[in-house]
């Protein structure tokens, strides 16, 4: 669901970046002086599991779509809100620049899609009310699946309005919407499910980092380096070798898109705001689309309707394919370490910065 540049007209971009800015001003105070340090660490860790997870589409039957994990409320239930909101920001701030997914002018809107109506939404009026004060298997399951549905519908919502009130695009209200919220009903079910799971999993494990947040009270000095292991594990197999095996079709975003326009993809002003992001964001790509940068040139050349030749599996095709995989295990390794390290320096910058005012104050 990460939008395009060629979707958005500049005044929505630019409100909606002031939007996430403002978001993330005001989460960096709460965790400064709210956030147990302790999971400082996990939003390290739990930064590069959202980032190599959102790699891995999985498909939706029938469709011809396919989807990923947003991870806005994995992120809530184990780090809170004002923590879950920042180590989405990093994810999507790695993504943007690094590998062009999402462009520039829309990693405001992707970050407030992606990131507020799970963490200040979904989780505290929907998850919270289901889970109670004594989470059960049960409850979490159902609690998961609800807040992960609700909250995509809204981050696909979001979409829908900020396309219509840019006015650059030629999709229409009505017809748009009919085809986002259906498709993004399927994938929030497939990520309640995983959230489930994934959550089950630290409460079994490490039952006070869920309780922690829920009750907003300080998790302890119980170690960590069991479940921060974990995570760092399953980043590595899913970004180095699981991304692999992403689904290739259209995400719910395109596929929508698609469906109404008959075309796929759209394309943005060739002048402007517009064209300079793009520029930039050309610059500044290490591996563009999860790959080396020869290989995402040819790609899109093949691509166009022109380039469409009759399928021939030549050796040299053979080769360039494990070009493309290799650049995908080699984009998952770098992206994850990446957003890793940032959010990590985040937490730890925020916690750090309000250590000398605690020392005062006793």
């Known amino acids: 669901m990460h939008m395009a540049d060629a979707l958005l007209s500049p005044t929505v971009g630019v409100a909606l970046w002031g939007a996430s800015a403002g978001t993330i001003a005001y989460c960096s105070q709460k965790v400064s002086t709210e956030m147990d340090s302790g999971k400082v660490p996990l939003m390290g860790v739990l ?13 939706i039957p029938v469709t011809g779509s396919s989807g990923h994990l947003g991870g806005g409320l994995i992120l809530t239930i184990l780090l809170g809100p004002y923590a879950a909101f920042l180590t989405i920001a990093s994810v999507l701030v790695v993504q943007a620049l690094f590998f062009a997914d999402g462009g520039l002018l829309a990693l405001g809107c992707n970050i407030f899609n992606l990131g507020f109506f799970p963490a200040f939404i979904a989780y505290p009026l929907i998850y919270k009310k289901i889970i109670g004060r004594e989470p059960t298997s049960a409850k979490i399951t159902a609690a998961s699946i609800v807040a992960a549905v609700i909250g995509l519908q809204m981050g696909a919502f979001g979409v829908v309005l900020e396309t219509v009130f840019s006015g650059i695009s030629a999709l229409p209200f009505l017809t748009f919407v009919a085809m986002m919220q259906p498709i993004h009903l399927a994938i929030g079910i497939v990520e309640g499910v995983v959230t489930a799971a994934v959550v089950s999993f630290v409460y079994k494990a490490r039952p006070e980092i869920i309780q922690s947040t829920l009750e907003l009270s300080p998790m302890g000095s119980h170690p960590m380096r069991n479940i921060l292991l974990a995570f760092l594990v399953m980043a590595m197999l899913m970004g180095g070798f699981v991304s692999r095996f992403a689904s290739k079709n259209p995400d719910g975003l395109e596929w929508s898109i698609t469906k109404v326009t008959g075309k796929v993809g759209m394309k943005g002003p060739e002048q402007g705001l517009h064209a300079t992001l793009t520029a930039l964001q050309e610059k500044i790509a290490l591996l563009p689309d999860y790959s080396f940068r020869k290989n995402s040139e040819l790609r899109k050349e093949e691509s166009k309707p022109e380039a469409a030749q009759p399928f021939q599996k030549t ?40 250590l000398p005012q605690r020392i005062v104050l006793s």
């Not at 930064?47 to 498909?59: K, L, P, V």
């Not at 992206?335 to 910058?349: E, H, N, R, Y």
């Open 47 to 59: 930064g590069a599991f959202i980032f190599a997870a959102q790699m891995i589409n999985f498909t």
């Open 315 to 354: 050796e040299a095709k053979k080769t360039e394919d494990q070009k493309n995989l290799a650049g995908t295990s080699v984009a998952g390794l770098v992206g994850g370490t990446m957003t890793l390290g940032i959010a990590f320096l985040i937490g730890f910058a925020l916690k750090r910065r309000r």
